[in-house]
């Protein structure tokens, strides 16, 4: 059945893209989390959603132009009275990387390249990736193609905004294993579904997880409501076993 990705961890129930965020999805039946890695001014990967800090964090400006100990100095959220700092991807492997998980990793170059970003999470990865099943994504189709000339199996999946023809152009490129495209192109889907899998995001609402779960040409979908997608996927195979 469909596959559900929680979104920056369980963004709708905790601080996103924090360890807090992703510990609370550890042992929920779900397919997998999805993240974002972007690079600091002396070459650290981390996780956050945003080109800068604003806001999630009480700090301002980009990541780009800061070291990763000045950016561990800002309060990236907090859960249960636990202040939350901005995560490397390397403690996020370390947390997850036994999980039996599907991570899927945006690689944030859509607005700032990150010169030798995707060299630095393929060898990252080679060390800390464990039992984790591995697939990228990325809005910068450039990112897409480097990754596959350094990794020619990767999995790699084109993220879309609105620029259909133009995903679809990419996909073909790099040998795409899927689309991710936003839930307001579902009526599109005739455009592709035959040739790739389909993942949407990112959908919150009760209506449109069950429009996903009844639908078999959707592969899954990212939520911020990660318990919330397994508790109506458990209801809707309860309901198929009595019919």
Known sequence: MTEIFAHRGAKGTHPENTLAAF??????????????????????????HDDTIDRTTNGTGAIKDYRLADLRQFNAGVYEGELQVIPTFEEVLDLLNTSGMTLNIELKT?????????????????????????????????TLRRLRRKDKRANLNVLIKRNLKSGLKWAKKVKAD??????????????????????????????????????PQVTGFMTDYPLLAAEIKA???RAKTHE
């Open 23 to 48: 510990k609370a999805c550890l042992g929920l039946p779900i397919t997998g989390i999805e993240l974002d890695v972007h690079l600091t001014k002396d070459g650290q990967l981390v996780v956050m």
């Open 178 to 215: 899927a689309l991710h495209p936003p839930y307001y192109l579902r009526q599109k889907a005739a455009n592709w579904e035959s040739r790739y899998k389909t993942r949407y995001w990112t959908i919150n609402k009760a209506e449109e997880m069950r429009s996903c779960f009844a639908n």
């Open 110 to 142: 859509d607005v700032n390249r990150y010169r030798g970003i995707e060299r630095k999470v393929l060898r990252l990865l080679q060390h800390k990736q464990g039992n984790l099943t591995v697939i990228f994504c990325s809005f910068n189709f450039k």
């Open 235 to 237: 209801e809707m195979e």
